[in-house]
């Protein structure tokens, strides 16, 4: 749906295929202290123009971390049942 690369219109998640915005389409109204230096330099290097939108996309970051950690950890933890070979001949 949205191409990779950040265009600053919070689009840029769906090269995972992961719409955050589509999945969490609720709002939350909160004070909190940043630290200005970080916000800053994220919104020079993203290009985001309000401090709100470097955030939501901080945690869409965060949260597509996590889960590709998540299922990183996983490799070589699942048992395999099944013939490989046979299903080559299939295929």
Do not use: P, Q
Not at 46 to 73: N, W
């Amino acid at each position: 749906m949205f191409a990779c690369g950040g265009s600053g219109t919070g689009d840029w998640h769906g090269c995972l295929g992961i719409h955050i915005h589509e999945r969490y389409n609720t709002h939350m109204r909160t004070n909190i202290v940043l630290n200005e230096t970080l916000v800053r330099e994220a919104m020079t290097l993203t290009g985001e123009r309000t401090k709100r939108a470097v955030v939501e996309r901080g945690l869409e970051a965060l949260i597509r971390m996590e889960r590709l950690r998540r299922v990183r950890d996983g490799r070589g933890k699942l048992a395999w049942r099944g013939d490989l070979d046979r299903m080559r001949e299939r295929g």
